[in-house]
């Protein structure tokens, strides 16, 4: 740091380096056509490409992340060399710890990746991954990602959040970006708290709930943030926590994979201001008994598989599966294409009788924006051929004075 | 028919208003594009309310367009209006006023029954209870005539009644011996396929040419002679579009992608519009879910390497103030465009203001100086929006962009800009290691040009440049989070003292009128037109005056000083409450008058003149 104050301005007119900018391309357009989920009345007419997730331009490095195009990228390659600020046992470092041995198995090359966080304790993520990275303003966070995604849609880009961060401030951009279906990954921090303002609740804080702000109780009633996307036609919805590193690799994995919103739900334990909110779903004592991790295609059990959930009219209810009553077969066999059931499975949230589910709610396949808004330039482009800047000047009636 | 005689005129100012069904907008536009045929200068200003269809004949639905033209150099939309086109007793009521004593109003008299006059609350008529007096009123029996030239056509009554603004077109096109040609010409092609609309159409507007010429209503016919314009192609442009097009061309000069996020507002909307037809220039629209996730969408578009653009008016500004402040302290090329409104809260959305230039210089929290220019006629939107958007690169900072309602839907002719005389466009994008750390080359995203004391601009993707910004402060050079408490205050100093440096792109001042004069006027934005042709009458007065035009106003011109240094009396004309001349005072303590209009519509040349006189005459 310099503590030299500024020169004073000079009004000599400063020379630049001879012009560098190129012309940047569009990324080539992939031939597969999307598919529409079935049942959808009418098929909106797409551009020719749309819905294809764009690769780097020709030129970019294609080697292993790092850029050394050598060794194999480990996590080490990922991390940043910014000392963690996070208080010492906040469920915050878990998931960096995941993300950060994921991003090596992804294949995809570290410049290439983008970190766009809001504001919150959650939010300082960014600094910790030696990625490009932007930790912006509070609830915006969206608003960026969209706008990085979208004119560079070879990137790939990933949203960090937190609960106060998307679904209070940031609710309005949270709302539009999951029906946008941009085609980036979000990270949802839940800890049902305010932490970086010291512990105010939250829009998901439970009822009741006495904080600094609330010394009488919350008396607002929570959101459910997956049934809140749903609600927003969030493409792919998935739920984890801290404490399962192995699960939130795998939901992370899977909503990269996803082309369109991945958005999971991470629960995070923030042990200063709301210590053990999540402990009957991550603690070993009460976890397999109130907590549900269900996959696509097999039946719900848990409990060690000595329980299973059925669906009784449009209600799921526990069945024990070892009193010969019910078996496997009774047991309601996940379809994560189903709006109805993920809509139905959301809606187990904090239930006494019923266990708290985790894993891919829900999953369509459609056409991101991102890559239909450049596949409706590209199509204009064809049909009308690279605008030219002269034509435009000299259109419409003109006239000529000499 | 009578024999006519043809006077001469050097400039005229006509108005067309009637109720916002009554086609007054497409009227005024026609009658503009016959203008520029006829090669002369001109300057409008529609005026319309912002209720899309007010009930009918109410005084709050009227609908104007004013259009001043001439053989001489036009300035602004008129003064006083000579010629007044009321189509009802509201559009009679509402402009009455802006007619020069003298002066002509043509009126539809089959629209002044009683029934018409209760809408517009009168309750005398007006062309009965001599209030008219001291203007020439033409009666023509507008609808009456219109029927009946249509009383063959298979239109519907209400269709046929609502053609008669052609006839109204074709009677004034004949009285300022326009070309009916170009209005045939868009008839023909606007009603292409619906064969009976444009026979209707073309039948009115030939009908009232040829009323001027047998009616003995009209003695005097009028002619504007061509004006002397500086030789080259035209078109009449807004500045709307002129701003849209100068977007354009920096995106074609920079070779850079430009991601425009907006949401819909008056008087901006149009530049989104414009904007959306572009695809195939460079240029990526999203219509945003609020002003905040719009000017969001620019800045991660900038981060990504292209060149975010946000539009809006003064209220989109005021939801737009954080991330300005993130753009600010991340140092990423921004461009922000206000067409400013009648504020404050919703206001007055259609009409023109100049107050949200307070709102442009400290509209943010902690010390977040940007540099603010503005338009000065509807061309210049062109310019200016294209050097914004240079500026904004070369410095790597967001730039205020002011234009207002009356810059934005104003039209002027235009001389062609010939794409290759604007100003370089260089861009340069980091590809390398800048600085080196324990031995080993590394990247630093706040290591500073030399001169302009920008940041380097490394795309996502570039292998090696891999580094984290946001709005936390930053450790000069390596960018660093830093909550030292030094840094901070020498960082702001930085951000500070780089948009100070932008004074190095601002040619030196040009001064109007009389440089010998006492007074001198000191304009920004739209008022120059009306600032200048001030100016030249009281020269022709006999008073002495001069004027500087600031484009930039912030930072301002480095010679500004020394040129005030040279007058003893200084006037701020502004169409607000007093901001300028407040920065002004503020910089250089010397007395600077203030003279404020806030009335949603432009100065007059007139009211220059007249204030000119007062101090020095
Ligand atoms: C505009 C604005 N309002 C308020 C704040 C203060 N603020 C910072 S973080 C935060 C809440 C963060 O909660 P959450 O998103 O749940 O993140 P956590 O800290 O719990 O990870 C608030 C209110 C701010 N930074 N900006
Ligand atoms: S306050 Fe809570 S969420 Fe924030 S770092 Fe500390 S433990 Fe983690
Ligand atoms: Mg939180």
Known sequence: MSEKDPKKP??????????????????????????????????????????????????????????????????????????????????????????????????????NMVFISGIGCSSRFPYYMNTYGMHSIHGRAPTIATGIKTSRPELDVWMITGDGDSLSIGGNHIIHIMRRNVDLQIIMFNNQIYGLTKGQYSPTSEVGKVTKSTPFGSIDHPFNPIALVLGADASFAARTMDRDPKHMKDMLKQAHEFRGTGFVEVYQNCNIFNDEAFFDFTEKATKSERAIFFENGKPLTYAGGTKGLRLNGFRLETINLENGNWGIDDCLVYDETSRELATIMARV?????????????????????????????????????????????????????? | MGTKTVETLPEATVLFAGDSGDGMQLTGTQFTLATAYAMNDLATLPDFPAEIRAPVGTTYGVSGFQLHFGSVDIRTPGDEVDLLVAMNPAALKVNVERVRAGGTILVNSNAFE??????????????????????????????????????????????????????????????????????????????????????????????GYHFGETTEQFVTRYEVTPATLPPGRYRAIQGVQAMAMGLVA???????????GSYPITPASDILHSLSKYKNHGIMTVQAEDEIAAIGIAIGASFGGSLGITGTSGPGIALKGEAMGLAHITELPLV?????????????????????????????????????????????CFEVAYEACRIAV???????????????????????????????????FATGTNAEEDGKAVFHPYVRNEKTLARPWAKPGTAGLEHRIGGLEKQDGTGNVSYDSRNH??????????????????????????????????????????????????????????????????????????????????????????????????????????????QGRPFGPSEIQRKIAEMVG
């Open chain 2, 336 to 380: 922000i465009i206000n067409v400013q409104r009648g504020g404050p809260s919703t206001g007055l959305p259609t009409k023109t203001e100049q107050s949200d230039l307070m709102q442009a210089m400290y509209g943010r929290n902690g010390d977040a100086p940007l540099p603010i220019i503005a338009a000065s006629t509807p061309g210049d």
């Open chain 2, 394 to 428: 070369k410095y790597m900072t967001p730039v205020m962009l002011l234009s207002d309602g009356y810059l934005a839907n104003g039209s002027e002719p235009w001389l062609i800009p010939d794409a290759d005389s604007l100003n370089d466009f260089d861009v340069t």
């Open chain 2, 114 to 207: 009683r029934k018409d006059l209760n809408l517009a609350n009168l309750d005398t008529n007006p062309l009965e209870d001599g209030s008219l007096d001291k203007y020439r009123v033409i009666q023509v029996e507008l609808t009456k005539l219109t029927r009946e030239t249509l009383k063959d056509s298979s239109l519907n009554q209400k269709e046929i009644d609502r053609s008669k603004n052609m006839f109204a077109l074709g009677l004034a096109l004949w009285l300022y011996s326009r070309p009916v040609e170009p209005a045939r010409k868009w008839i023909s092609s606007k009603f292409g396929k619906k064969p009976v609309i444009r026979d209707a159409n073309l039948e009115l507007l030939k009908k």
């Open chain 1, 349 to 402: 949230y904090w239930r006494e009788d019923l266990p708290q589910p985790f894993g891919v709610f829900f999953r369509e396949n459609r056409p991101s924006y991102d890559s239909q808004v450049n596949a409706q330039i590209q199509s204009v482009i064809e049909r009308r051929g690279k605008g030219s800047l002269e034509d435009l000047l000299n259109e419409g009636d003109t006239w000529e004075v000499s």
């Open chain 2, 489 to 598: 205050e020498h960082m702001t100093w930085i951000r500070a003292e780089k948009v100070e440096r932008i004074q190095q792109e601002i040619p030196p001042l040009d001064i109007f009128g009389d440089p010998d004069a006492d007074l001198i006027i000191v304009g920004w934005g739209s008022t120059r037109g009306a600032i200048e042709a001030g100016v030249t009458r009281a020269l022709n007065d006999g008073h002495k005056a001069a004027a500087v035009h600031l484009r930039f106003v912030n930072p301002l011109p480095a010679d500004l000083g020394e040129v005030l240094s040279q007058y003893s009396k200084y006037l701020v004309p502004e169409m607000n409450n007093g901001q300028m001349v407040r920065i002004l005072r503020d910089r250089f303590l010397l007395p600077f008058e203030a003279m404020n209009k806030i």
């Open chain 2, 250 to 260: 920096a995106a074609n000069k920079s070779g850079l992608l430009l991601t425009y």
């Open chain 1, 10 to 111: 000079g009004t000599k007119k400063p020379t630049l380096p001879p012009g560098m900018g190129k012309k940047p391309t569009l990324p080539p357009g992939a031939a597969k056509k999307p598919t529409l989920p079935p049942g959808m009345g009418k098929k909106p007419t797409l551009p020719p490409g749309a819905g294809k997730r764009p690769t780097m331009p020709p030129g970019a490095p294609a080697g292993p992340p790092g850029g050394d195009g050598a060794s194999v990228p480990t996590r080490a390659d990922f991390s940043s060399d910014q000392d963690v600020r996070w208080c010492p046992g906040c469920g915050d470092y878990a998931i960096l710890a995941t993300v950060q041995r994921l991003m090596p198995e992804l294949g995809v090359p570290r410049e």
